[in-house]
């Protein structure tokens, strides 16, 4: 793939102090995007003075407008003439020159729809950060094919975009972007091309530092969020399964991992079991709450101040 069929596309918001590290590793790419489109939702601090010093093209986006799927199709829709869309976030650096070539290799495979990297744990990242992603983003590349999807469950539709990219002719046979969704348009999306007959490619040895250290409170709504995302697309599960076994999966790793590297976290791992759990299935039943409780359990408050509009 040469740098003229895919963009690199990724939404901003006070990108910090990682803005800098993110761009210069994307400028040691072997192969480098025809284009880097900025979707800027008002920064006050130097991430757009600094993405203009590199070039980039930058689309402002109100916040009050913003959502994670909405904003994501108007940038395909700025891109019409690229063949390939890659999706990145402000936080996920770069972690090899070839991190963009091995993610775009995968689609030498003509039924490959998306495709999405590895993500390391971020530089200082503690064990129960790291486990997260050495759990959810292993060494060893995998295809999913439509047919195979049942093999998977619930892992089948998952991609992350914090690195990944699409085929646009993939994204447009599965509808685009969703508009409104509090979160998890990549997994919406996944299930959708999967649906139309293509493939998703997991491309181990494409590399981005890309982890969170959440606090108990933010695992708590990060997965209130998630629980409003399948309460709202109950398709997916009944297409894929639910995540119960995935979820009794992670913890017995979690409970292996720590206890070889820092057993003492064991109880606050646990702690963060019960929260998710409690979150998820708060999320599930979401419509039962007051918008006052759905804003206070949720990380993406600006999702239920649109709903209330």
């Known amino acids: 793939m040469t740098d003229s069929n895919f963009v690199v596309i990724v939404p901003t918001l006070n990108a910090g102090d990682m803005w800098g590290s993110w761009w210069a590793a994307l400028r040691q790419q072997t192969l480098q995007p025809l284009r880097v489109l900025v979707l800027d939702s008002a920064s006050t601090d130097e991430t757009v003075a600094i993405a203009q010093a590199h070039g980039a093209e930058i689309h402002a986006v109100a916040r009050n407008e913003f959502n994670h799927g909405g904003t994501r199709q108007r940038a395909a829709e700025l891109s019409a ?8 976030t402000q936080d996920a650096v770069l972690a090899a020159p070839d991190a963009l070539a091995c993610l775009l290799a995968a689609f030498a495979d003509p039924q490959t729809g998306v495709a999405y ?15 997260a992603r050495l759990f959810n983003y292993p060494e060893r590349p995998h295809l999913v094919r439509p047919e195979q999807a049942a093999k998977f469950g619930i892992k089948a539709p998952f991609l992350s975009n914090s690195f990944s990219a699409y085929r646009r002719s993939a994204l447009t046979a599965a509808g685009g972007f969703p508009p409104r969704v509090i979160q998890s348009e990549d997994m919406y999306v996944g299930a959708r091309v999967l649906e139309r007959g293509w493939s998703i490619a997991y491309a181990g040895g494409a590399t981005v530092y890309h982890s969170h250290g959440y606090s108990l409170r933010q695992d708590f709504q990060r997965y209130f969020d998630i629980g409003v995302f399948h309460a709202q697309e109950p398709w997916i599960r009944a297409a894929h399964g639910s995540a119960s076994g995935e979820g ?6 979690e409970l292996r991992y720590l206890l070889a590297a820092a057993p003492w976290l064991i109880p606050s791992a646990l702690l963060r079991t019960a929260a998710k759990l409690l979150g998820f299935r708060l999320g599930l039943r979401h419509e039962r709450l007051s918008m006052q409780w759905r804003r206070r359990f949720s990380m993406q408050k600006y999702y239920w101040n ?4």
Not at 81 to 88: A, K, P, R, T
Not at 117 to 131: F, K, S, V
Not at 306 to 309: E, H, K, Q, R, V
């Open 306 to 309: 649109a709903a209330s509009d």
């Open 81 to 88: 003439q690229v063949d390939v869309l890659v999706f990145m």
């Open 248 to 253: 009794l999966r992670f913890v017995h790793s």
């Open 117 to 131: 990297g590895r993500q390391l744990p971020r530089p200082g990242a503690g064990p129960i950060e790291a486990h």
